[in-house]
């Protein structure tokens, strides 16, 4: 695998669960590392753990990816060793509740909309103009499988990863001919902090969503956005949908008893 050694990469989402996963797979290939979460005590212990495990360069940033004018300040108030980023992996986003569209709540599909979509764009804005200038990059998207296939109460939710997808191909149009490459990584079921996040803290009602089969570990997510980033220059890796063996579809798994 092509090393890294020295390329800035910039995680959002980057305090758990893939995000987190990511960023240790990236040290591993002596990448230097921009954080961002808005959990600035999960990032700093973060960011210890990986510099004392790889020894590479981890610097945080403390960021809610749904404030316009706080993403656009930290970018381009980046000191100069790190202002070059080369790799971005917009992996914020999140899910709440799991209600029938006309049951369902406002300030959930607000959340949705705002970090899922609407983060993904603003980070986006900032950072790929310079990437564009120095005609060097790539960008990696964590879609999931709710962006290729709609599935019951899961309207809202994904319609925004369906909307991730369709940014997705947008970029890889608009930076046709800019060297900057554009891919996404779509996983199935992952045990992360998702479910818990969805259903507002409800732990039992959590666990159930991976009751009686083995998801995907977040490293397993990782694996493919870190194969994404190592291709030689002139390969694109445009879509990867990574599912556990035991699902078939957004809806279609075998439990075990």
Same mark, same amino acid.
């Given at each position: ?8 990469? %910039? !995680?959002?989402?980057?305090s ?35 510099? /004392? ?15 316009q004018? /706080? ?15 080369? !790799?971005? =992996?917009?992996?914020a ?11 369902? @709540? ?10 899922? !979509? @609407? ?12 990437? #564009? ?5 790539? !960008?990696i ?14 309207? #809202? ?18 930076? *046709? ?7 996404? =990584? ?5 045990? &992360? ?5 969805r ?8 666990? @159930? #969503?991976?009751?009686?089969? &083995?998801? *995907?570990?977040?490293? $397993?997510?990782? $694996?493919? #956005? =870190?194969?994404?980033? &190592?291709?030689?220059?002139? =390969?694109? +890796?445009?879509?990867? +949908? +990574? ?5 078939? &579809?957004?809806? %279609? ?5």
């Amino acid at each position: 695998m092509h090393s890294l050694n020295g390329r800035a990469v %910039l !995680i959002t989402g980057a305090s758990s669960g893939i995000g987190a996963a990511c960023a240790y797979a990236f040290a591993a290939l002596d990448a230097r590392l921009l954080l961002a979460a808005r959990r600035r005590d999960r990032l700093e212990q973060l960011a210890a753990a990986i510099y /004392a495990r790889h020894g590479v360069e981890v610097r945080t940033l403390a960021l809610d990816v749904r404030d316009q004018p /706080a993403v656009e300040a930290a970018i381009n108030g980046l000191p100069t060793a790190w202002a070059v980023i080369d !790799i971005l =992996v917009n992996n914020a986003g999140l899910s709440r509740g799991l209600d029938k569209l006309h049951e369902g @709540k406002l300030a959930d599909w607000e959340e949705m909309i705002d970090t899922n !979509i @609407k983060g993904l764009l603003y980070v986006s804005r900032a950072v790929i103009p310079g990437m #564009v200038t120095r005609r060097r990059g790539h !960008i990696i998207n964590i879609g999931s499988i709710a962006g290729h296939q709609v599935y019951p109460s899961g309207n #809202v939710y994904s319609a925004t990863k369906h909307a991730v997808a369709a940014l997705t191909q947008g970029m890889r149009m608009d930076l *046709l001919g800019s060297e900057v490459r554009v891919s996404t =990584v779509d996983p199935g079921m992952v045990e &992360t902090e998702f479910s818990l996040v969805r259903f507002r803290g409800d732990e039992p009602r959590a666990a @159930k #969503v991976y009751q009686g089969l &083995t998801p *995907l570990a977040p490293e $397993d997510v990782a $694996d493919a #956005v =870190v194969y994404c980033a &190592t291709r030689p220059a002139h =390969v694109n +890796i445009n879509e990867i +949908i +990574i599912m556990p063996t035991a699902q078939a &579809t957004a809806t %279609l798994a075998v439990r075990k008893p």
